[in-house]
């Protein structure tokens, strides 16, 4: 991986009463490109990427942003620095509308312009195909509304690195579409660190991949590489022969 | 966009106009008795700032709205000093109260948020009594008429009266009806809806909370001197348990998170108790009635039902 890291861990590990989460996690993201992180269920992709934007608190080891250590700050600062991070269980404000949710998200980078906050909520929400809704209370949107909606909510910070968590869960096929030519609109400018399951999904967007297995990392490298990787293949894809 | 824009500040101006104009034709009573609603209504919208927009239920604003009253009254009687500087000692005294308390108690949150607002708003209620050589304790004391004079004009007389209330009503209501709809009080409300949400997109949302509560601290504390200068009287019933729950209560009955809520909800709470008073003894059995009926037919209150209903754009 030749590209320039944005975001390091070193031995970054979670420990829930004894049991571990994740062990000695060492984790780069490289610059504008994405990076899917997969896994089976409980191999610790949310825990880990918690301990990344702030929001778990990690038991040892460190988080680097752009060179910096991170460990000492809260949440919101993480956030204020360009982590964005949209949540694997829908988390919407389901009592505001559409456009508020996302001006909510706005307005800590926009300030009081009202003007430039509406042309940039209004944008975002075109991006994701929710310019129509931006009237509706948030909670009567469908699952699918509202996944969107937390992308639009994560895009319109414009954020250095987006964190998302299983987006595409409860999606429709041509929601799924939409998502990943989204993903592919952001290619260079923001670095996307995807947590995903749909593996069409995964080798569709993805430039590199690495693979959580009981709390740890089990392989990296091109979704090529992965998919070559025996490991792997024993470990979470599933082969005859492993 | 624009039309509806327009409709909240219409509202505001509105409630004002009308409420200046009511005093040309009211009875003397009504107009006393609006004078007292709209004082109580100031500490119900400072209440509502913390409770209906921000979302914590705090039950110790008792303690605000008397420091307000003690701030003025003590340093009226005490220190000698004219009403002005008086009210704003007793809403200096509120400010510093609602500081020093939100920082201890916004390390809880939900009901041990509840307690311990309760608990520190009781320890004040003590140091009211403890302090009785001072305070005069459950007795309380009268600020004489002769001291309640701003610019030459007499406060206890019916005209000054209702529109001092007036002017300190019409001040915090329009302070907080460009609050909540500027960033400041969106972000409130933000938190209101999904505190971790908001702490997830960048917002220190404990820096905010505490924010809310000293403002709304200040806005009781404003009332509480108010109370004090326009009716002459300071005791330590203010700074009691009741007096907590009176603002939660106006609120939940006007409409929690509306503007207008504090304002409807003192108005019927207060007619409500004088009208029943005059049928029965039993008035707090008609009322209590009538919270029961209206907790189960309009959950939100009156401004947020019709909220809900009718005016979506109601702030």
């Not at chain 2, 916004?106 to 009901?111: A, I, K, P, S």
């Not at chain 2, 409300?189 to 997830?200: F, L, S, Y």
């Not at chain 2, 007096?243 to 609120?251: A, G, K, Q, T």
């Not at chain 2, 207060?270 to 003894?281: G, N, P, Q, R």
């Amino acid at each position: 991986m030749a590209a320039v890291e944005i975001l390091k861990t070193v031995g970054l590990t979670k420990t829930y009463a004894g049991l571990k989460a994740n062990t000695d996690v060492n984790f780069v993201l490289p610059r504008g490109k994405v990076t899917a992180l997969i896994g089976p269920n409980g191999a610790g992709k949310s825990t880990f990427v918690g301990m990344l934007s702030g929001r778990t608190p990690a038991t040892s080891g460190d988080v680097f942003f752009e060179g910096r250590n991170i460990n000492a700050l809260p949440a919101h600062k993480r956030i204020q620095l360009g982590i964005a991070y949209t949540f694997q269980i829908t988390s919407v404000f389901a009592g505001l509308s559409v456009h508020e949710n996302v001006a909510v998200a706005a307005r800590r980078i926009a300030g009081g312009d009202q003007s430039a906050l509406n042309a940039r909520v209004g944008e975002a929400l075109a991006r994701v195909g929710l310019s129509e809704r931006a009237d509706q209370i948030a909670g009567d949107l469908s699952y699918g509304h509202q996944r969107v909606l937390e992308i639009a909510m994560g895009l319109v910070q414009a954020p250095k690195i987006f964190i998302l968590d299983e987006p595409t869960q409860g999606l429709s096929d041509s929601e799924v579409e939409d998502f990943i030519a989204l993903i592919g609109s952001l290619a260079g400018e923001t670095t996307v660190l995807l947590i995903e399951h749909n593996m069409s999904v995964v080798m569709r967007t993805a430039d590199f991949i690495t693979v959580l297995n009981n709390g740890s990392v089990l392989a990296r490298g091109t979704p090529e590489q992965v998919r070559a990787d025996r490991h792997v293949q024993a470990a979470y894809l599933g082969t005859p022969d492993a | 966009m624009t039309g509806k824009s327009r409709a909240p500040n219409l509202m505001v101006f509105g409630v004002l106009l009308c409420l200046g104009l009511l005093f040309l034709v009211l009875p003397a009573y009504h107009a006393g008795n609006l004078a007292r609603i709209m004082v109580l209504a100031v500490y119900a919208m400072g209440y509502n700032l913390l409770f209906g927009y921000t979302g914590l239920l705090s039950l110790g604003h008792a303690m605000f709205f008397a420091a307000g009253m003690y701030g003025l009254g003590l340093s009226m009687t005490g220190w000698g000093l004219s009403p002005v500087p008086a009210f704003a000692v007793g809403v200096g005294a509120a400010t510093l109260a609602s500081a020093i308390i939100g920082f201890l108690a916004l390390r809880t949150r939900g009901v041990a948020f509840m307690i311990v607002t309760l608990m520190f708003a009781q320890a004040g209620y003590l140091v009211i009594l403890y302090f009785g050589a001072y305070t005069r304790g459950d007795e309380g004391f009268v600020i004489q008429q002769a001291d309640r004079m701003i610019a030459g004009i007499d406060l206890s007389g019916d005209a000054a009266r209702y529109f001092t209330a007036f002017i300190l009503f019409a001040v915090c209501f329009l302070g907080l009806a460009w609050l909540v709809r500027a960033p400041f009080g969106r972000t409130l409300i933000a938190i209101r809806e999904n505190e971790e949400r908001a702490q997830m997109l960048g917002y220190d949302t404990t820096m905010y909370k505490l924010r809310a509560m000293i403002v709304s601290g200040a806005i009781s504390g404003a009332a509480g001197a108010g109370y004090a200068l326009l009716f002459g009287y300071v005791g330590a019933t203010f700074a009691t348990v009741q007096y907590s729950i009176f603002p939660l209560l106006w609120v939940l009955l006007g409409g929690a998170g509306t503007l207008i809520g504090p304002l409807v909800g003192v108005f019927f709470m207060f007619y409500l108790i004088d009208i029943s008073s005059a049928v029965t003894s039993a008035y707090m059995l008609i009322a209590g009635l009538a919270l029961v009926l209206l907790t189960l037919f309009a959950p939100q209150g009156f401004a947020g039902e019709l909220r809900k209903r009718v005016f979506a754009w109601l702030p």
